[in-house]
Structure formats: structure tokens, C-alpha cells
T-cell receptor
Framework: QKEVEQNSGPLSVPEGAIASLNCTYS??????FFWYRQYSGKSPELIMF????GDKEDGRFTAQLNKASQYVSLLIRDSQPSDSATYLC????????????FGQGTELSVKP | EPEVTQTPSHQVTQMGQEVILRCVPI?????FYWYRQILGQKVEFLVS????????KSEIFDDQFSVERPDGSNFTLKIRSTKLEDSAMYFC??????????FGPGTRLTVT
């Protein structure tokens, strides 16, 4: 069974702090990883994607991938109350029609 | 900014009835997907569609489900005989390659 695991949280950080969200996956055939943000009652919104080992930065967001440890993370710098949402990690396997396997999501709360 | 649209936003139907959920993917995208999310649970892959045929489908996507691209813009999901357990948010997504997927706002399906 191919799984993507996340701590469900809630993770609470003060405004301006760094939020660190983590994800592990079970299938070494996983090719690419995606971070989505989902506000309550809304659809997933793509934040970042990462295909290669290492770090990838986009504004306040940094995604990190370690394929040897089967570990993906998302760092949010200078966290804002508007970042409060559930963050979904998703993995994509090679040659499976683009199927995304989602984790259960980590709820982030940024306190003013 | 181009976006995926879905109609209706909320569909209420009786058990055993057929429903069709509609999606208009982003115009230059070639890959289309349906996912569902039961309240409080993970986002689950249903099916992917490319070049007018199904690329991949999950165990959930049984004979009661079908997808169609009836014209150059719409992508539909049909559930032939709805069950109570089909109640969920259904998300359509699209991508220009097997990569980053952009989700629509979703259709909330309630089966009574």
C-alpha cells in the first residue's frame, strides 16, 4: 500500500515564526511531490512542487526533498495568520497517469 | 488567471439516482483528473484522463463511475446509481503535463 503520512497537528506557531511541516512516504517509486494548502471548506491550492533532492525556494516557502530518507518538508518563513490552513502533501508515482497520493494534511494555526 | 471551474457547487440527490458533475479545465491543459474528499478524510484519487481515454483509475472508480469529455471544453464525471457513501466533495483538476495539478472549487454531493 503506497502511503503518504503527515502529522495531523494542529501545529501552532506565532506570527513571524518559521512553520515546519513534514511528510514521509512509503514508495521509493514516488517521483514528485506537491504541497497544497486547503482552507476549511475550500479546494486544494497548489503552493509548491519538488522533483529533485535538495531545497527549492519560492518566496516565503521552501520545499525540501530527501529521497534516501523518503522525507519531504515545507518551511514557511515569516508566518502570517492568513497562512492558517491545512497543508496537504501529495506524492506522484512514475507512470501512473499523474495519480496523486495525498497525506491526511497538517493543520497549521498562526497566532497573531 | 485561468482556473478550473465546476458545476454545480452543491448537488443533492436520492440514493439510486444518476448524477453528472461538470468541470471546465484550464483551456490549454491536456490532462484531467477527478478526486473526492469525504468530510474529514484525505483527498482520494478517482481517475485520470488524457487523449480521450482513461490513463489510470482507482479501486473506488468502479462500474458505477464514468468520465467523458463531450466537447473541447467540458469534462464530466457520471455516477450511475448513487449510494449514501458517495456523499463527498468532488474535485476536478487539470494539468498541462503529468505534473502540477490545479484544482477546481469542487462539487459537494449529498446523497440522501
Amino acid at each position: 500500500q503506497k502511503e503518504v503520512e503527515q502529522n495531523s497537528g494542529p501545529l501552532s506557531v506565532p506570527e513571524g515564526a518559521i512553520a515546519s511541516l513534514n511528510c514521509t512516504y512509503s514508495d521509493r517509486g514516488s517521483q514528485s511531490f506537491f504541497w497544497y494548502r486547503q482552507y476549511s471548506g475550500k479546494s486544494p491550492e497548489l503552493i509548491m512542487f519538488i522533483y529533485s533532492n535538495g531545497d527549492k525556494e519560492d518566496g516565503r516557502f521552501t520545499a525540501q526533498l530527501n529521497k534516501a530518507s523518503q522525507y519531504v518538508s515545507l518551511l514557511i518563513r515569516d508566518s502570517q495568520p492568513s497562512d492558517s490552513a491545512t497543508y496537504l502533501c501529495a506524492g506522484m508515482l512514475y507512470n501512473q497517469g499523474g495519480k496523486l497520493i495525498f497525506g491526511q494534511g497538517t493543520e497549521l494555526s498562526v497566532k497573531p | 488567471e485561468p482556473e478550473v471551474t465546476q458545476t454545480p457547487s452543491h448537488q443533492v440527490t436520492q440514493m439510486g439516482q444518476e448524477v453528472i458533475l461538470r468541470c471546465v479545465p484550464i483551456s490549454n491543459h491536456l490532462y484531467f483528473y477527478w478526486y473526492r474528499q469525504i468530510l474529514g478524510q484525505k483527498v482520494e484519487f478517482l481517475v485520470s484522463f488524457y487523449n480521450n481515454e482513461i490513463s489510470e483509475k482507482s479501486e473506488i472508480f468502479d462500474d458505477q463511475f464514468s468520465v467523458e469529455r463531450p466537447d473541447g471544453s467540458n469534462f464530466t464525471l457520471k455516477i450511475r446509481s448513487t449510494k449514501l457513501e458517495d456523499s463527498a466533495m468532488y474535485f476536478c483538476a487539470s494539468s498541462d503535463r503529468e505534473g502540477e495539478q490545479y484544482f477546481g472549487p469542487g462539487t459537494r454531493l449529498t446523497v440522501t
